[in-house]
């Protein structure tokens, strides 16, 4: 009489384990990743009305805003902008600044993220993202920046593959 087997091989299910493993030392890095990526791209979320905002500002009064209390106005509107990952976004003559901490992942804390105001010769506000490319000088209705340097973190330290594509080294 013969024998029908019942289950798996000690082998087979070595083998599956060992196939498990390997998707999941691959899986996890890239999960961190995409979760790092997204708590970055709260900070841009956050300050989405603050661009705008800024781009009328420069609209009225042909110059950036000095600080966020020109842009969001003293009436009582609340001036702070915080949320889960983001600790502080604030404007500097025009530029947004985004600090990153709170529960922001350690990768990224204390990390900060500018967003910088170019005018193109048409009279629109430009933003350039983090180290992103900036627009050439005959584009610009100015040939020199609206505001400061482009760029991220005092010490540019913000890793390249945590930012959206568009405030990327080209």
């Known amino acids: 009489m013969k024998k029908i087997q019942k289950g798996f091989t000690l082998i087979e299910l070595m083998i599956v384990v060992a196939i498990i493993g390997i998707l999941a030392a691959i899986a996890i890095p890239a999960y961190q990743d995409y979760t790092i990526r997204a708590?970055?791209?709260?900070?841009?979320?956050?300050?989405?009305?603050?661009?705008?905002?800024?781009?009328?500002?420069?609209?009225?009064?042909?110059?950036?805003?000095?600080d966020i209390e020109d842009v969001l106005g003293t009436g009582g509107a609340a001036t702070?902008?915080?949320?889960?990952?983001?600790?502080?976004?604030?404007?500097?003559?025009?530029?947004?600044?985004?600090s990153y901490g709170n529960q922001a992942n350690d990768r990224i804390d204390g990390e900060t993220l500018s967003l910088v105001p170019f005018v193109n010769i048409n009279g629109d506000v430009v933003w350039v993202c983090g180290r992103g490319e900036e627009p050439a000088a005959a584009d610009l209705l100015n040939p020199q920046p609206t505001v400061g340097a482009n760029g991220t973190s005092a010490a540019a330290d913000f890793p390249d593959k945590y930012l959206p594509r568009v405030c990327r080294p080209a």
């Open 80 to 98: 702070d902008k915080a949320a889960k990952y983001v600790t502080q976004i604030d404007v500097t003559d025009g530029t947004i600044t985004i």
């Open 39 to 66: 708590q970055v791209s709260e900070g841009l979320t956050l300050s989405g009305d603050l661009k705008a905002s800024i781009a009328e500002f420069y609209a009225n009064d042909g110059a950036m805003p000095a």
